[in-house]
């Protein structure tokens, strides 16, 4: 195992693993390099492998069905020292069940990272137990004080690489997890690739350049962007730089996006879409705009080309089912079609390197 930044963890996702409320556990369980994974909390999956139950490939990290059966079987050296928030609900709320786990985690002297809204830090109880037993409590999402944040500049127009944005047409869809495949894609390719995370658990998963959107204040949002866009350009010298989505413009409750393309100013866009999904994520009734709606959306608002598709395969069983739904999408928007999660990223990185600047 290679040198995490933070050590082991145990990622808390009770009720919420292989949904869409378990996103933040689905990316530490796929990769992060802050954190080396040694089990997740879900009692529904209890014994079974995380990997095998999330994208069907074992990847030996074990699920507990508490925190106490997890600390028993990891006792021989493999404990962790962190207990990560995996949750990720509408809202971002802290659901009262999980209180009993922190404090359990606490009094244990462990470190406890959330990127919820709800912030442990403003808990009196929850930060005398840490003081007490020698842990520490982090609240990603916790918004910095105003004189540590960045207005915009125009500094972007330096960035002299190439710049993609990974948007999407909905929430909980993927953008970030394809956002990383296609860093590491472009790595192994022999390129220079740096990923800006958006959200909270891009820097759970350890991306060094990165800002939480959805919590910042509005006036900084657009300069966030930017600032983590440029120090990635100026301090790395990338080929090129991968910009994480966040929501989808036309989503009711998420309309993320714009600041995206208006601040990070990408040279394209690639859409991530699940053709299998009707509504918007947690919104019955509100029907989802079609592919070709959405991106025309992003490019009469980017004057930018969406270049490629993306797909989530969610409801799919088979891989011919997921290769004709991408043969589809060509088919309805002239777009070539990939499945990176599914079948890797090697063809749409070819496409990608010829826009290299």
Not at 10 to 27: I, R, S
Not at 66 to 91: F, H, W
Not at 92 to 112: D, S
């Amino acid at each position: 195992m290679n040198k995490t930044i933070d050590g082991k963890a145990l990622v808390y996702c009770e009720g919420a693993f292989n949904t869409p409320n378990g996103k933040t556990a689905h990316g530490l369980v796929r990769f992060t390099e802050r954190y080396e994974v040694v089990g997740v909390l879900d009692a529904k999956y209890a014994g079974q492998d995380a990997g095998t139950v999330l994208d069907g490939k074992a990847n030996g990290i074990p699920i507990f069905s508490n925190i106490e059966e997890a600390v028993e079987q990891l006792s021989d050296g493999n404990g962790p020292k962190t207990l990560v928030i995996g949750l990720a609900p509408d809202g971002g709320r802290l659901p009262v069940e999980a209180m009993g786990t922190i404090k359990t985690a606490l009094r244990k002297g462990w470190n406890v990272d959330s990127g919820l809204h709800d912030f442990l830090t403003n808990d009196p109880d929850m930060v005398r137990l840490a003081k007490e037993h020698g842990g520490r409590i982090r609240d990603v999402r916790k918004t910095p004080d105003r004189d540590e944040l960045h207005f915009f500049t125009g500094d972007i127009e330096k960035v002299d690489c190439l710049k993609l944005a990974i948007l999407g047409t909905d929430s909980a869809l993927g953008k970030r997890t394809t956002a990383w495949i296609l860093v590491h894609a472009f790595r192994n390719a022999g390129l220079k690739a740096e990923m800006v995370g958006t959200g909270q658990t891009a820097w759970m998963q350890g991306a060094k350049y990165s800002m939480v959107m959805d919590s910042c204040i509005n006036d900084f949002v657009s300069g966030e962007i930017e600032h983590a866009v440029v120090s990635a350009y100026e301090n790395e010298n990338p080929d090129v730089i991968v910009i994480e989505g966040q929501g989808s413009l036309m989503n009711p409750a998420y309309p993320g996006g714009f600041e995206i393309l208006a601040a990070g100013r990408p040279d394209f866009v690639i859409m991530q879409h699940a053709p299998k999904r009707v509504e918007y994520d947690g919104f019955p009734g509100y029907r989802l705009h079609s592919l070709k709606e959405q991106i025309n959306a992003v490019e009469v608002i980017s004057g930018k080309k969406v270049i490629a598709v993306t797909v989530n395969h969610e409801l799919m069983g088979s891989d011919e089912e997921i290769k004709e739904a991408c043969k589809n999408i060509t088919l309805e928007t002239k777009l070539p079609a990939f499945d990176v999660l599914r079948f890797g990223a090697e063809p749409l990185i070819a496409i990608l390197k010829e826009h290299l600047k």
